[in-house]
């Protein structure tokens, strides 16, 4: 690897990942829009957010083969691709039937730049530094929620030049991608060693759940799942109850989840380096620990002073999708480490596509605090679920070299 490419890497994958951020956020700003056009109920609105997570869901397979057998590079462009054409078609979309598979297959682009950048950065950059990498890169998805309320804030009510702008934005960094991305020098190596030896077939998805594979899919999938359905389960539904039960302005509303994406972005960057020093599981531990205790006490407070502080408080330690990136990385070797990762990620954003109608049915019957308190409870599940985990190792990923000749009998303990 030349010398300055980590950094290039890690500052492209940033500038990426916000405008994946972005794509996916701008659709919770112009939802008020959409409804009134197309005259939809809310469970029908809230069914296009379903259909784009459950096509980060189908991403894990899909862009994970394509990664680990084709390069990571080729599957970064192809996401891209994907996304960029079907947001900036969503212009001319003539009904609402068309809009919902639109919304599926562009999440199938979006999840697959999580998988393949968070690869990227694990290939890239020293076991004593990545988790700080990674969860820089992650830290965007905050920052791209803010560009997309301030985008919005320009073009609508015009929802269609919304997507329009907002999909032909993230031309550049795909053309960057294009011309100056160079492909991972990991994986070219592993497919130089399996294409000289006898283990030389594609890589599937089945190989996930075979050897000492099985138990850590199984268990960080569930852990994925559970982490996600907390989130995606609170956050869609957090301006509502601010709105409806603490009683804010939609002003007011708007400061406050200012300030909460601030809190989560700090925190971003401060579990990357609390990670490089107790471990990417530990620091995972701690991120849902923090979230599943402080969660609940939010759901509670009425003072809206204590509201404005706690936010970005309990926001601080809901960065655990920072923290997956190295760590899920690290479970598998080069051979699966994008399928394996993108598995375990995508299929817990996939599952918590549902956590928002869940939400919303709890919310009707007993209110929003006591989703926000059920909320907690899930993510504490999750951390419990990451005991089960092993920790990764810390050395570089040259040494798995050896390991991985011994993959088809025996898989390699760590990454």
């Not at 994925?224 to 907390?230: D, E, K, P, Q, S």
Request: charged share 10%; proline share 4%; aromatic share 12%.
């Amino acid at each position: 690897m030349k010398r300055g490419t980590k950094w290039f890497i890690l500052i492209g994958s940033f500038i990426i990942y916000l405008f994946d951020a972005l794509e996916i956020a701008v659709l919770s700003f112009a939802l008020p829009a959409i409804s009134a056009e197309m005259a939809l109920t809310p469970v029908a609105g809230g069914l296009l957010a379903t259909a784009t997570l459950l096509g980060m869901g189908c991403s894990s397979v899909l862009t994970g083969w394509i990664a680990d057998n084709r390069g990571r590079r080729v599957a970064l462009i192809a996401s891209m691709v994907v996304f960029v054409a079907l947001t900036s078609a969503l212009f001319v979309v003539p009904n609402y039937a068309v809009f919902v598979a639109l919304r599926f297959l562009a999440g199938i682009g979006l999840g697959g730049v999580w998988s393949v950048l968070s690869t990227y950065i694990v290939e890239t950059w020293p076991a004593e530094q990545r988790g700080r990498a990674v969860a820089f890169v992650l830290a965007a998805y905050p920052l791209g929620g803010a560009s997309a309320a301030l985008v919005a804030g320009v073009f609508m009510p015009d929802w269609r030049l919304l997507f329009l702008v907002t999909g032909l934005s993230a031309l550049l960094p795909l053309l960057m991608v294009v011309f100056f991305f160079p492909e991972s020098t990991a994986w070219l190596q592993e497919r130089a060693a399996r294409q000289s030896s006898s283990n030389s077939g594609n890589v599937t998805a089945k190989e996930l759940f075979t050897g000492t594979y099985r138990r850590r899919t199984i268990v960080a999938t569930l852990a994925a799942i559970c982490a996600f359905v907390g989130f995606y389960g609170a956050s869609t539904w957090m301006p509502s109850y601010l709105s409806t039960e603490r009683g804010l302005d939609p002003r007011q509303v708007a400061l406050f989840m200012t300030v909460l994406n601030l809190g989560m972005f700090l925190g971003y960057i401060v579990f990357g380096w609390i990670a490089d020093k107790i471990g990417r599981r530990n620091a995972i531990i701690l991120s849902l620990a923090g979230t599943g205790l402080l969660m609940p006490l939010y759901g509670l407070v009425t003072n809206q002073s204590a509201l404005l502080w706690m936010g970005p408080l309990y926001a601080f330690f809901m960065t655990f999708a920072g923290l997956f990136g190295s760590y899920l990385g690290e479970l598998y070797p080069t051979r699966i480490r994008t399928t394996g990762a993108g598995f375990c990620f995508n299929i817990g954003r996939g599952v918590a596509a549902f956590a928002p109608l869940a939400m919303g049915g709890i919310a009707a019957s007993w209110g929003f605090s006591s989703g926000l308190i059920l909320s907690g409870v899930v993510f504490l599940i999750g951390g419990a679920l990451m005991l089960l985990l092993p920790q990764t190792h810390q050395g570089s990923l040259s040494q798995e070299a050896a390991a991985n000749q011994h993959a088809s009998k025996e898989p390699a303990r760590h990454a």
